[in-house]
Protein backbone atom coordinates (compact mmCIF):
# COMPACT_ATOMS: atom_id res chain seq x y z
CA UNK A 1 0.00 0.00 0.00
CA UNK A 2 1.38 3.51 -0.80
CA UNK A 3 2.13 5.63 2.30
CA UNK A 4 3.30 8.79 3.35
CA UNK A 5 7.25 8.95 3.57
CA UNK A 6 8.79 11.63 6.20
CA UNK A 7 12.73 12.39 6.55
CA UNK A 8 14.10 12.19 8.87
CA UNK A 9 12.53 10.29 11.49
CA UNK A 10 14.16 12.68 14.92
CA UNK A 11 15.30 16.15 14.46
CA UNK A 12 17.71 18.15 16.94
CA UNK A 13 18.36 21.84 16.08
CA UNK A 14 19.46 24.64 18.21
CA UNK A 15 17.07 27.37 19.21
CA UNK A 16 17.16 30.19 16.58
CA UNK A 17 18.53 28.19 13.71
CA UNK A 18 16.30 26.74 10.75
CA UNK A 19 15.35 23.55 10.24
CA UNK A 20 13.85 21.63 7.22
CA UNK A 21 11.38 18.90 7.41
CA UNK A 22 10.48 17.10 4.61
CA UNK A 23 7.77 14.96 3.30
CA UNK A 24 7.09 12.34 0.15
CA UNK A 25 3.58 12.51 -0.19
CA UNK A 26 1.46 9.53 -2.37
CA UNK A 27 2.46 9.81 -5.61
CA UNK A 28 -0.83 10.75 -7.34
CA UNK A 29 -2.69 12.90 -4.06
CA UNK A 30 -3.44 16.17 -5.08
CA UNK A 31 -3.98 17.61 -1.38
CA UNK A 32 -1.20 18.34 1.40
CA UNK A 33 -0.87 18.89 4.97
CA UNK A 34 1.32 19.42 8.37
CA UNK A 35 0.81 18.55 11.53
CA UNK A 36 2.11 19.25 15.03
CA UNK A 37 1.48 17.22 18.35
CA UNK A 38 3.33 18.66 21.08
CA UNK A 39 3.92 15.71 23.91
CA UNK A 40 1.18 15.21 25.72
CA UNK A 41 -1.50 17.40 23.46
CA UNK A 42 -3.28 16.66 20.98
CA UNK A 43 -2.74 16.41 16.95
CA UNK A 44 -3.48 20.21 14.99
CA UNK A 45 -3.94 21.24 11.80
CA UNK A 46 -0.94 23.71 10.39
CA UNK A 47 -1.59 24.47 7.16
CA UNK A 48 -2.96 22.76 3.66
CA UNK A 49 -1.23 23.01 0.24
CA UNK A 50 -2.78 22.21 -3.26
CA UNK A 51 -2.15 23.36 -6.79
CA UNK A 52 1.37 24.96 -5.54
CA UNK A 53 -0.53 27.42 -3.07
CA UNK A 54 -1.80 27.52 0.70
CA UNK A 55 -5.70 26.90 0.68
CA UNK A 56 -5.74 26.72 4.60
CA UNK A 57 -3.68 27.48 7.23
CA UNK A 58 -4.13 27.75 11.49
CA UNK A 59 -3.18 30.70 13.86
CA UNK A 60 -0.03 28.31 15.02
CA UNK A 61 0.85 28.91 11.22
CA UNK A 62 2.64 32.10 11.24
CA UNK A 63 5.56 33.97 9.55
CA UNK A 64 8.21 31.38 11.08
CA UNK A 65 7.16 28.82 9.23
CA UNK A 66 6.45 27.92 4.99
CA UNK A 67 6.06 25.39 2.87
CA UNK A 68 7.06 24.67 -0.23
CA UNK A 69 6.63 21.64 -3.12
CA UNK A 70 9.87 22.10 -4.85
CA UNK A 71 9.35 19.30 -7.32
CA UNK A 72 7.33 16.84 -8.35
CA UNK A 73 7.51 14.44 -4.99
CA UNK A 74 8.19 16.86 -2.07
CA UNK A 75 6.82 18.47 0.06
CA UNK A 76 8.62 20.36 2.67
CA UNK A 77 8.05 22.32 6.03
CA UNK A 78 10.32 24.82 6.93
CA UNK A 79 10.58 26.90 10.64
CA UNK A 80 12.67 30.04 9.70
CA UNK A 81 14.13 30.68 13.64
CA UNK A 82 13.24 27.85 16.00
CA UNK A 83 11.95 28.33 19.37
CA UNK A 84 11.96 26.18 22.35
CA UNK A 85 8.27 25.79 21.93
CA UNK A 86 8.38 24.61 18.44
CA UNK A 87 9.16 20.92 20.04
CA UNK A 88 6.74 18.52 18.76
CA UNK A 89 6.00 16.00 16.58
CA UNK A 90 5.46 16.61 12.98
CA UNK A 91 3.07 14.74 10.88
CA UNK A 92 3.04 15.03 6.90
CA UNK A 93 -0.50 13.92 5.06
CA UNK A 94 -1.31 14.05 1.77
CA UNK A 95 -5.39 13.16 0.10
CA UNK A 96 -7.39 13.55 -3.05
CA UNK A 97 -6.95 11.95 -5.91
CA UNK A 98 -9.03 14.09 -7.55
CA UNK A 99 -12.57 14.61 -5.43
CA UNK A 100 -10.94 15.52 -1.86
CA UNK A 101 -14.65 15.37 -0.41
CA UNK A 102 -14.37 11.90 -0.49
CA UNK A 103 -10.66 11.13 0.27
CA UNK A 104 -9.14 10.83 3.34
CA UNK A 105 -6.20 11.85 4.69
CA UNK A 106 -2.79 9.45 4.86
CA UNK A 107 -0.34 10.33 7.56
CA UNK A 108 3.45 9.57 7.55
CA UNK A 109 5.04 8.53 11.18
CA UNK A 110 6.20 12.23 11.88
CA UNK A 111 9.13 13.91 12.40
CA UNK A 112 10.03 14.42 16.06
CA UNK A 113 11.73 17.89 16.35
CA UNK A 114 13.57 18.58 19.29
CA UNK A 115 14.87 22.51 20.04
CA UNK A 116 18.01 22.68 22.33
CA UNK B 1 -15.55 26.48 14.40
CA UNK B 2 -15.52 22.22 15.05
CA UNK B 3 -14.34 20.61 17.70
CA UNK B 4 -14.23 16.97 19.00
CA UNK B 5 -14.58 15.28 22.85
CA UNK B 6 -13.35 12.22 23.20
CA UNK B 7 -14.35 11.94 27.02
CA UNK B 8 -12.23 8.96 28.20
CA UNK B 9 -8.23 9.15 28.62
CA UNK B 10 -7.58 6.38 29.15
CA UNK B 11 -9.80 3.39 28.58
CA UNK B 12 -8.29 -0.71 30.27
CA UNK B 13 -10.18 -3.92 28.33
CA UNK B 14 -9.61 -7.53 28.89
CA UNK B 15 -8.23 -8.98 25.73
CA UNK B 16 -11.52 -10.49 24.32
CA UNK B 17 -13.83 -8.47 25.44
CA UNK B 18 -15.84 -5.57 23.78
CA UNK B 19 -15.03 -1.79 23.12
CA UNK B 20 -16.35 1.20 22.95
CA UNK B 21 -14.59 4.35 22.49
CA UNK B 22 -16.71 7.32 22.55
CA UNK B 23 -16.49 10.50 20.48
CA UNK B 24 -18.95 14.02 20.18
CA UNK B 25 -17.83 16.14 17.90
CA UNK B 26 -19.77 19.61 17.15
CA UNK B 27 -20.23 21.19 13.68
CA UNK B 28 -22.98 22.78 12.40
CA UNK B 29 -23.88 20.72 9.04
CA UNK B 30 -22.98 17.13 8.46
CA UNK B 31 -19.02 16.60 9.29
CA UNK B 32 -16.77 14.42 7.82
CA UNK B 33 -15.63 11.79 10.50
CA UNK B 34 -12.81 9.64 11.14
CA UNK B 35 -10.95 7.50 13.20
CA UNK B 36 -7.47 7.05 13.71
CA UNK B 37 -5.18 5.14 15.22
CA UNK B 38 -1.84 5.66 16.72
CA UNK B 39 0.96 3.32 18.01
CA UNK B 40 4.17 3.73 20.10
CA UNK B 41 6.61 5.79 18.26
CA UNK B 42 4.36 5.49 14.69
CA UNK B 43 2.18 7.39 12.36
CA UNK B 44 -1.69 7.82 12.42
CA UNK B 45 -3.53 5.06 10.43
CA UNK B 46 -6.49 5.82 9.32
CA UNK B 47 -9.08 3.50 10.89
CA UNK B 48 -12.19 4.41 9.24
CA UNK B 49 -14.15 7.22 8.09
CA UNK B 50 -18.01 8.46 7.54
CA UNK B 51 -18.23 11.12 4.47
CA UNK B 52 -22.17 10.02 4.21
CA UNK B 53 -24.79 7.41 3.58
CA UNK B 54 -24.86 4.43 5.51
CA UNK B 55 -24.59 5.43 9.50
CA UNK B 56 -22.75 2.23 10.44
CA UNK B 57 -19.24 2.42 8.98
CA UNK B 58 -16.77 -0.56 8.61
CA UNK B 59 -13.07 -0.09 8.97
CA UNK B 60 -9.91 -2.16 9.45
CA UNK B 61 -9.30 -4.75 12.03
CA UNK B 62 -12.61 -5.26 12.56
CA UNK B 63 -13.57 -1.94 14.08
CA UNK B 64 -16.68 -0.09 13.03
CA UNK B 65 -18.04 3.35 13.95
CA UNK B 66 -21.53 4.63 14.07
CA UNK B 67 -22.77 7.99 13.13
CA UNK B 68 -25.55 9.60 14.96
CA UNK B 69 -26.83 12.89 14.06
CA UNK B 70 -28.68 13.32 16.93
CA UNK B 71 -26.58 12.76 19.94
CA UNK B 72 -23.69 14.50 17.67
CA UNK B 73 -21.76 11.27 18.35
CA UNK B 74 -19.67 9.06 16.64
CA UNK B 75 -18.29 5.84 18.58
CA UNK B 76 -15.61 3.41 17.76
CA UNK B 77 -16.31 -0.53 18.78
CA UNK B 78 -15.09 -3.46 18.61
CA UNK B 79 -16.85 -7.23 19.67
CA UNK B 80 -13.34 -8.57 20.73
CA UNK B 81 -10.05 -6.62 21.56
CA UNK B 82 -7.02 -8.17 20.98
CA UNK B 83 -3.96 -7.83 22.14
CA UNK B 84 -2.38 -5.29 19.30
CA UNK B 85 -5.21 -3.36 19.50
CA UNK B 86 -3.14 -1.42 22.00
CA UNK B 87 -2.47 2.24 21.04
CA UNK B 88 -3.67 5.87 21.41
CA UNK B 89 -7.26 6.49 18.81
CA UNK B 90 -8.13 9.88 17.71
CA UNK B 91 -11.47 10.51 16.46
CA UNK B 92 -11.54 13.77 13.98
CA UNK B 93 -13.66 15.53 12.30
CA UNK B 94 -13.48 18.23 8.97
CA UNK B 95 -15.93 20.35 7.73
CA UNK B 96 -17.10 21.54 4.15
CA UNK B 97 -14.09 21.30 1.99
CA UNK B 98 -12.61 18.23 4.33
CA UNK B 99 -9.36 19.17 5.02
CA UNK B 100 -8.46 20.75 7.74
CA UNK B 101 -9.15 18.05 10.42
CA UNK B 102 -9.76 18.36 14.27
CA UNK B 103 -8.70 15.93 16.16
CA UNK B 104 -9.77 14.98 19.29
CA UNK B 105 -7.44 14.98 22.56
CA UNK B 106 -7.06 10.87 21.92
CA UNK B 107 -8.30 7.48 24.20
CA UNK B 108 -5.36 5.75 25.44
CA UNK B 109 -6.59 1.62 24.77
CA UNK B 110 -4.59 -0.74 27.36
CA UNK B 111 -5.34 -4.25 27.25
CA UNK B 112 -4.79 -7.06 29.62
CA UNK B 113 -4.44 -10.54 28.96
Known amino acids: EPEVTQTPSHQVTQMGQEVILRCVPISNHLYFYWYRQILGQKVEFLVS????????KSEIFDDQFSVERPDGSNFTLKIRSTKLEDSAMYFC??????????????FGDGTRLSIL | AQSVTQPDIHITVSEGASLELRCNYSYGATPYLFWYVQSPGQGLQLLLKYFSGDTLVQGIKGFEAEFKRSQSSFNLRKPSVHWSDAAEYFC???????????FGTGTRLTIIP
Open chain 2, 92 to 102: AVAGFGNEKLT
Open chain 1, 49 to 56: FYNNEISE
Open chain 1, 93 to 106: ASSGTGDKFNQPQH
